[in-house]
Structures are given as structure tokens and as C-alpha cells.
């Protein structure tokens, strides 16, 4: 079975550079939420969309921005990167108004140096 | 402030015994919990759900109680094999009548080690 799927899966910037990353979502899921694993935390939620349109904001820093497209897959757009933005970054999708939960992409293992 | 809690960081079985796995929270608003296996370097995988309106459910060799006037929940697996071995997370949700569950809060994860 599809599942989410989320490039590059590993991305290695500089302080102060830009990074996107994308995430595809499982077929048919309308929304999509991003999540956020520094080294030995728990994932903590950044920001999630249905139907290309935010549906909820967690602890996302100003400096980065994110959006769903009209085929649903989602990028999540970095600035000004910091030290401490290397984390583990997950994109998860669930189909909205339908009793599934959210399925998690492999990640994105960000490093900033 | 962590609402969802797990106290134990780690957690050795042996193959075959049942291992207990323990979360607790704070916020009385979550209606959904969720367990997550983790393998390092992966995405967490969704292993079992319930509702706030029951308090077992049971999936194959994996099963979740939830204990709402103790704000506890517990995962047993039972027989416990190697390869069960992983990080795992339980997380909750504030669905609200609503139908997304897919927005978080994550405990701090629980490290199963089953031995051979």
C-alpha cells in the first residue's frame, strides 16, 4: 500500500540558509500536518492543512511557512535556518471526516551547520 | 508543560512474557489516544487507538486500557517478541466531535527492548 511520502530524506544547510521540504500525502488523504523530533524529544506539532488550507498551528516558528497544494502534497519552507532546526522532521496525512488516524512519512533527517 | 507523560524511558522483557507499557496525561480535554512504534531512523507507526468512550480495545496480540479517572492509559503486548523492539510513543487528541486525528500531543516515547 502507498504511504507518505516526504523528500529529500536527508538535507544538510547552513545557518542562515533556506530549506524546503515536501511530503506527499497517502492517496485520497485530504490533510496533511507536520511535525517536528529534536534529538531525544517527542514529535511536537508544527502546523496541519485540509483542503489546502490551514486547519491548525502548533509551535511553529515565524520563520517558517508552509502550504498544501491542489494535488494535496505539502511543503514546508524553512528561512534563516538556526542550530537549532536540526531535528527530525515528519509529515503525516489522514483523510478528514472519514475515522482513520494519521499515518507517518519516514521523515526528513534536517542538519544545520 | 507535558501533557502527556511517560514515566519510564525504558522497558527490558523477555520474549514471550507480556510487557505493560504506561502513558498518563493531564489535559481531560483529550477524547483519542494513539499508540506509535518508532524504529530509529523511521516515522512513528500507528499500532492501536481508542476512544474516550471505551475503556479496552484490543488488536491481535496488542491491547489499550484506558483508565479516564486516573488519566491513564496502558499498552500490553502479549507474547512479547524481538522484533517488538522500538521506541514506542503514545500520543493524544483533542478531536472534539470533530473527525481529525491526526493532531498530536505526544508522550516523550518508551524504549521496549525484548529479549530472546
Redesign the interface.
Known amino acids: 500500500a502507498a504511504g507518505?511520502i516526504?523528500s529529500p530524506r536527508h538535507l544538510i544547510k547552513e545557518k542562515r540558509e533556506t530549506a524546503t521540504l515536501k511530503c506527499y500525502p497517502i492517496p485520497r488523504h485530504d490533510?496533511v500536518?507536520w511535525y517536528q523530533q529534536g534529538p531525544g524529544?517527542?514529535?511536537?506539532?508544527l502546523i496541519?492543512f485540509?483542503e489546502k488550507m490551514q486547519?491548525?498551528k502548533?509551535s511553529i516558528p515565524d520563520r517558517f511557512s508552509a502550504q498544501q497544494f491542489s494535488d494535496y502534497h505539502s511543503e514546508l519552507n524553512m528561512s534563516s535556518l538556526e542550530l537549532g532546526d536540526s531535528a527530525l522532521y515528519?509529515c503525516?496525512?489522514?483523510l478528514?471526516?472519514?475515522?482513520?488516524?494519521?499515518?507517518?512519512?519516514?521523515?526528513t533527517?534536517l542538519t544545520v551547520v | 508543560d507535558q501533557q502527556?507523560k511517560q514515566n519510564s524511558p525504558s522497558l527490558s522483557v523477555q520474549e514471550g512474557r507480556i510487557s505493560i507499557l504506561n502513558c498518563d496525561y493531564t489535559n481531560s480535554m483529550f477524547d483519542y489516544f494513539?499508540w506509535?512504534k518508532k524504529y530509529p531512523?523511521?516515522?512513528?507507526?500507528?499500532l492501536i487507538?481508542i476512544s474516550s468512550i471505551k475503556d479496552k480495545n484490543e488488536d491481535g496480540r496488542f491491547t489499550v486500557f484506558l483508565n479516564k479517572s486516573a488519566k491513564h492509559l496502558s499498552l500490553h503486548i502479549v507474547p512479547s517478541q524481538p522484533g517488538d523492539s522500538a521506541v514506542y510513543?503514545c500520543a493524544a487528541s483533542l478531536n472534539a466531535g470533530g473527525?481529525?486525528?491526526?493532531?498530536?500531543?505526544?508522550?516523550?516515547?518508551t524504549i521496549l527492548t525484548v529479549h530472546p
Open positions: 507518505v516526504q490533510t500536518y524529544q517527542d514529535p511536537q506539532f496541519s485540509y486547519s491548525d502548533g515528519f503525516a496525512s489522514s478528514e471526516g472519514g475515522d482513520t488516524e494519521a499515518f507517518f512519512g519516514q521523515g533527517r | 502527556v494513539l506509535y531512523a523511521e516515522g512513528p507507526t500507528f487507538s510513543f473527525t481529525s486525528y491526526g493532531k498530536l500531543t505526544f508522550g516523550q516515547g
